[in-house]
Structures are given as C-alpha cells and as structure tokens.
C-alpha cells in the first residue's frame, strides 16, 4: 500500500504505552482526533500501535505511523530486517516514516553504514519517508553526502520552550528538514514557568497546552503522549491554539535550561 497522507504537525508519542492500557490510551488518543503515531522498536509498542489502529474506525491510510530503528540494528545488514519486523509488529505493509532513533553509540558505526540501508529499505517500499533523531548539524551535513540534500524528512530532538535547541532547529529549517519535538512538555516542568502560565491564563488553557502550541506555531511538529484520557484530549486541544506574535515573543525569550536526555554515548551535542 502506498500511503499519501502528509506528516500531521501534532502525534500522540507512544513511550511507555505497553499492554492493555497502552492500546487503550492509543486508541482514545485516534478517538480525539491524533492521526499521527509514533512509535519506535526500542519502545516496545509496535503491537499496541498496530493494534490500536485495527481496533479503531480509522483507515489505515488516515493515520500517519513513524518508527525508529535501535541502535542494535545500526550494523551492516541489520537495518531491512529489523524494519521488516517492525512491519510485522505492526501488521502493517509500509509505514509512513522510519527513522534512525539514534546514531550509533560513540560512533562505532559510521553513519553511511545505516543511512544506506535506510535508504535500501525506502526504495524497498518499507517506508514512504526517511528521517534520523538525535542527530547533530555535523551529523546531518554528514548524511546530505551520504544520500544527498532534501532525502531526510525529518529530524526528531529533544525541543520546547525550556530547551528550543536553537541551532539545530535553526539549521534543519534552512535544510527543508522537519523538526519533531520529543519531550514537548519538558515532563511536565512548562506548568511551572511563570511566562507560560501568564499566556495560559490569558487563553484560558494550561502551560503545557501553550507549549504545544508554541512549537506548532514555529512550523514543529509535536509528539505528546499521556495514558490519562483528560490528558490527550488538552494535549490535542494544544492544537487549536492561536497565539499571538507578542506570545511567541515572550516564549521565544524564556532562557533556556540544559537538555534533559544527554547520555554519556551520545553525540557531541550541537
């Protein structure tokens, strides 16, 4: 099945989202209106994912799926079969979006080893689109050589008004790369913040609310992600929010605090 609905701004994250309760978060969150879902092999919800879908009332062609590849299947020959087990979680033919989740662990693995093969499992028709997360400005002009510009779609960081990871964003917007905010609420922490909880009251909505808003506002997309049902409805919500130019501003302005996911084999962040 070839699928051709574009990547919706705002999905519902799908860590944490395991077994019964999973599928039922997941499937309250295609009840409220989330059409994207991204899930990655490392979180262990590609069943729940899959099944959610089926159970639901949705096409399969309305809802936009992102997986990631782990890290343990970044070596040579391991990318396509690791998708097609993806596939088969799912139950699905193609996804819309494959991503690799992270680069490999203190670059053992050169980054064309498992971009080749990402692109192989593209032209394969595994999946529609192509994209990286946690991969730094060195680490994408790397990728441009290696599959040349404008192959990515997307790049998933971490991302939102406490951490906005200026020079990454700033860099995948002039390279056409779409931007995907993990940890869009911070964990929780937005509540807290004195600006945002000003805007919030002015719109009568909440500080994770505006903070979602915020990075939609930016031309992001946001995967939010909760197992409480009031919780994806205000999640969901955050996507009918207009802020004004003086909003974005005062968000804009909030002083930045340090990333929240750093490990120690990660890359040399931007």
Request: aromatic share 6%.
């Amino acid at each position: 099945m070839n699928l051709q609905i574009a990547m919706p701004s705002l999905g519902f994250g799908t860590y944490g989202r395991r077994d019964v309760a999973g599928v039922r978060a997941i499937r309250q969150a295609l009840e409220v209106g989330f059409r994207h879902l991204d899930t990655a092999q490392d979180y262990q919800t590609e069943v729940e994912v899959g099944q959610a879908i089926r159970e639901s009332a949705i096409a399969r062609d309305s809802v936009y799926v992102t997986t990631k590849v782990a890290t343990a299947n970044l070596g040579a020959g391991l990318v396509i079969p690791s998708l097609q087990a993806s596939l088969r979680q799912l139950q699905v033919d193609q996804v819309d979006l494959a991503l690799i989740h992270w680069p490999a662990p203190n670059g053992a693995i050169e980054p064309a080893v498992y971009l080749e093969q990402l692109k192989q499992a593209q032209d394969a028709g595994l999946c529609r689109d192509i994209g990286v997360s946690n991969f730094t400005v060195a680490l994408l002009e790397r990728a441009k050589v290696v599959l040349g510009p404008q192959a990515l779609t997307c790049n998933q960081v971490e991302l939102n008004p406490l951490f906005k990871n200026r020079t990454l964003a700033d860099y995948c917007d002039g390279e056409g790369i779409r931007v995907t905010c993990y940890l869009p609420i911070a964990r929780g922490r937005l509540s807290g913040n004195p600006v945002l909880a000003q805007i919030a009251k002015a719109h009568g909505k909440t500080g994770e609310q505006i903070g979602i808003a915020w990075e939609l506002a930016r031309g992001y997309a946001a995967i939010p992600t909760s197992s409480q049902h009031d919780r994806i409805i205000l999640a969901h919500g955050a996507g009918e929010i207009n802020l004004t130019p003086a909003d974005i501003a005062a968000i804009d302005a909030i002083p930045d605090e340090p990333r929240v996911i750093a490990p120690a084999w990660g890359p040399q962040w931007d």
